[in-house]
Structures are given as C-alpha cells and as structure tokens.
C-alpha cells in the first residue's frame, strides 16, 4: 500500500500549493521544477509489474524485434543493453525523455503551472507516463510543438511531430493540427465547433458509422480485425459515450465556448486549444464503435485540458472557488484512476 499512499500524498501535497501559485513567482517555479523532478523519478524507479505495461516492456527488452515497434525504441533498447544491462534503465531513460518536454510544454502554455500539474499528475501521468511510456514521449514533444503552432510558427510544429512520430506511430494524428488556425473564432466558429460534438451525438443515435463506410483497404482490413477481436471477446463491443466523466468534460467544452469572448482576452492559444479539444471529445464518439481507436484518439488530444482547465478560474470567482472545484475534480479523477480502473497494481 505504500505505492497508494505515495500516490495520494503527491496529490495532496501539489493541492495544498495549487491555493497559493503564482507563476511570476520564484517560489512557485521552485516548487513546480522540484514536483517535475519528484515525478520524473517516481516514473523511473517505479516497480516493475506496478502498472499494466512494465511486464511488457520488460519482455521487449529481450525479444525486441524493429519490424514490430518503432527504431526508436529498439535504439534505447540496445544502448541500455550496451550500457547497463538492466531493464529498469529503459524506464529510467523513458522518464527522462517523456517529462522534462512535457513539464516545458505545461510551463510555456498553462496560466496556472501547478494547477495543470495536478491535473496531469490525476490522469494522463498515471496513462501515459507512468504505464505507456512510448505515448508519453511523442505526447511531451507534441506539448512543445503547440507552443510554436500557437505562434503560427508551422514548420518548428511540424519538425516536432515528425519527432514524435519517430517515438509511437500513433502521433501521426497529431498532423491534423497543423491545417488549425488560432485567429479568434467568430460566432459561427464557436456554432460550429460545438455543432460538431451535437453532430457526432446524432451520428451514434442513428446507429451510423462513417468510418466502416470508408472505401479504404488498409481502414477496411483493420476492422475486420476489430470485428473479429469483438468475436472472440478481446475487445469489448462499445464504449461508454455518457460516462459521468466525459458527459462533464462535453459540459465544460460548451461551457468554454460560452465564455469564449472572456477567455481569448488573457489566453491568445485558447482558440487552438479549444479545436484540438474538440477533436479529442469527437473522435471518443464518434469511433465508438472502435473503443481502441476510439480511447487512443481521444487520450492523445484530450491531454491539452490540462492546459484548458485552469483557464476556467478567469470565469470563476472567488478564484479560491474556482480552484476547489479543480482540486475535487483531480482528487476524484485519481481515485477513480486507481481504484476503479485499476490503472496501478498495489505490490
């Protein structure tokens, strides 16, 4: 139980600090490195078997074969191989990768550092960095490389996705933000944003799925795989598309472009961040029928709410408020994290 507890007490600890953050603050900077540094280790030196792909890796460090994953992992395979001769150097080298780009992203787009910390720390750490450490890596390069999109600085962007790519193929999604643009959203964007997650709603009650309509041999073999892993119970037959937490992450997406006018005026990459969310929050609809593709999707983009979040305590006051209702809704995400969907062993 004490991996329970360590867990808990991180939490706690970035809570308590998430009331008195300021990011001009040299204190609050402090704090926010040292945190990075606490769970950049707590990443490294974790158990093997703690969480549900450590195992995996673990048997990729001695049969690893390139025609199955990417050249980067089988790179690092074999220099920890060279070097140490000990798999938990992988982890440790993932770690290392994977969270000082993504705390950098955190730092350069987030109002509230601390407060975007948790929120990582509550979900996506706990997914991403601390279980798929390949996803984590392309995930922290593509952070920084919407620090530059955000600048319209396209190239730089794209430079970064071609890096992540080169860690975990899935971040070939992450080119469909480069044709995003961040100019202000008039009216109609807003309605059409929003029509949007109506649209892909409608398109599930009807019973359609544009995806299996698609006259694409390469799509049409991968769901005759889907379909057969469904036959045979490996994969489940659909997600759940009204799951308290999603329907309350569509909630605060309309509720978003509601305020919309208030939150460009203090945070210029809100625009961009909105589309990028919205492409999260759709694909988990509307590739429902795919839960796998369906929850990798959704995980990758759905990442930039830790940036988004806080930006809700401009509409919020008293601020303290605001920040309590963050606060709640990280400590809930983490329990339901490790409780519910067992996303930690206890060993």
Same mark, same amino acid.
């Given at each position: 139980?004490?991996l329970?507890?360590?867990?808990?007490l991180?939490?706690l600890v970035?809570?308590f600090?998430?009331f008195?953050e300021?990011?001009?603050?040299?204190?609050t900077?402090?704090?926010?490195?040292?945190a990075a +540094?606490v769970?950049?280790?707590?990443?490294?030196?974790?158990?093997i078997?703690?969480?549900?792909?450590?195992?995996t890796?673990?048997?990729?460090?001695e049969?690893?074969r390139?025609e199955?994953?990417e050249l980067?992992f089988?790179?690092?395979v074999?220099?920890?191989h060279?070097l140490f001769e000990?798999?938990?150097?992988?982890?440790?080298?993932?770690?290392?990768?994977?969270?000082p780009? &993504?705390i950098?992203?955190v730092?350069?787009?987030?109002?509230?550092i601390?407060?975007?910390?948790?929120?990582?720390?509550?979900?996506?750490?706990?997914i991403?960095?601390?279980?798929?450490?390949?996803?984590a890596?392309?995930?922290g +390069?593509?952070?920084?490389?919407?620090?530059?999109?955000?600048?319209n600085?396209?190239?730089?962007?794209?430079?970064?996705?071609?890096?992540a790519i080169?860690f &975990?193929?899935?971040?070939?999604?992450?080119?469909?933000?480069?044709?995003?643009?961040?100019?202000p959203?008039?009216?109609?964007?807003?309605?059409?944003?929003?029509?949007?997650?109506?649209f892909?709603?409608?398109?599930y009650?009807? &019973?359609?799925?544009?995806?299996?309509?698609?006259?694409?041999?390469?799509?049409?073999n991968?769901?005759?795989?889907?379909?057969?892993?469904?036959?045979?119970?490996?994969?489940?037959?659909?997600i759940?598309?009204?799951?308290?937490?999603?329907?309350f992450?569509?909630? +605060?997406?309309?509720?978003?472009l509601?305020?919309?006018?208030?939150?460009?005026k &203090?945070y210029?990459?809100?625009?961009?961040?909105l589309?990028?969310?919205?492409?999260s929050?759709?694909?988990?609809?509307?590739l429902?029928?795919l839960?796998?593709?369906?929850?990798?999707?959704?995980?990758?983009?759905?990442?930039?709410e830790?940036?988004?979040?806080?930006m809700?305590l401009?509409?919020?006051?008293?601020?303290?408020?605001?920040?309590l209702?963050?606060v709640i809704?990280? +400590?809930?995400?983490?329990?339901?994290?490790?409780?519910?969907?067992?996303?930690?062993?206890?060993?």
């Open positions: 139980m004490l329970l507890a360590s867990f808990y991180i939490a970035l809570s600090f998430v008195f300021d990011k001009k603050d040299i204190y900077r402090g704090f926010f490195v040292a +540094l769970l950049c280790l707590f990443a490294a030196l974790r158990p078997g703690a969480d549900a792909d450590s195992r890796y673990a048997y990729l460090y049969n690893v390139a199955f994953i980067s089988v790179w690092i074999q220099l920890v060279v000990d798999v938990r150097w992988l982890f440790v080298i993932y770690a290392l990768l994977a969270i780009v &993504h950098y992203g730092f350069r787009l987030s109002p509230y601390l407060l975007s910390l948790l929120l990582w720390f509550a979900h996506y750490f706990l991403q960095d601390y279980t798929q450490i390949r996803v890596v392309s995930i +390069l593509w952070f920084v490389g919407l620090v530059y999109l955000g600048d600085k396209r190239l730089k962007y794209f430079f970064f996705v071609l890096l080169f &975990h193929y899935s971040a070939v999604a992450y080119l469909l933000p480069l044709f995003f643009s961040n100019k959203l008039t009216l109609k964007g807003r309605f059409f944003l929003g029509g949007i997650i109506v892909v709603y409608a398109l009650f009807a &019973h359609i799925d544009l995806i299996v309509s698609l006259p694409i041999p390469y799509m049409q991968k769901l005759d795989d889907y379909e057969r892993m469904r036959d045979m119970g490996i994969m489940g037959d659909e759940n598309v009204f799951n308290v937490i999603f329907l992450r569509v909630l +605060l997406f309309f509720y978003f509601l305020k919309y006018s208030r939150l460009v &203090h210029p990459n809100a625009t961009l961040l589309k990028v969310y919205c492409c929050l759709a694909s988990y609809v509307g429902a029928s839960p796998i593709v369906a929850g990798r999707i959704c995980e990758l983009y759905g990442v930039v830790i940036i988004l979040f806080p809700l401009k509409t919020i006051r008293p601020l303290a408020f605001g920040r209702l963050l809704f990280a +400590l809930g995400l983490l329990s339901l994290n490790l409780w519910y969907n067992q996303l930690i062993n206890f060993i």
